[in-house]
């Protein structure tokens, strides 16, 4: 399921390299529609409340070179 989530107030950084999601059974890397997918650990922070939370996020595309406490994979 997809859900909608307005992250206009939040602040996200990535706290771990991107790892490609593997299949359970087989173990291979996962692919959706041809494109591989990548598992990236963030923080996503809400600074009017001052909570924060360690999300996993899957990320389509290519291995980016995300560094842990860069905004890089969250630019609009």
């Not at 996020?57 to 842990?68: L, S, Y």
């Amino acid at each position: 399921m997809r859900l909608r989530v307005d992250t206009a107030q939040l602040t996200f950084l990535v706290v771990a390299a991107a790892a490609p999601v593997r299949d359970f059974e087989s173990g291979r890397a996962k692919v959706e529609d041809g494109v591989p997918l990548f598992s990236v650990r963030l923080v996503a922070m809400d600074p009017g409340s001052g909570d924060a939370e360690i999300i996993n996020v899957k990320v389509p595309g290519e291995r980016q070179a995300w560094f842990p406490a860069s905004r890089s994979c969250c630019a609009s």
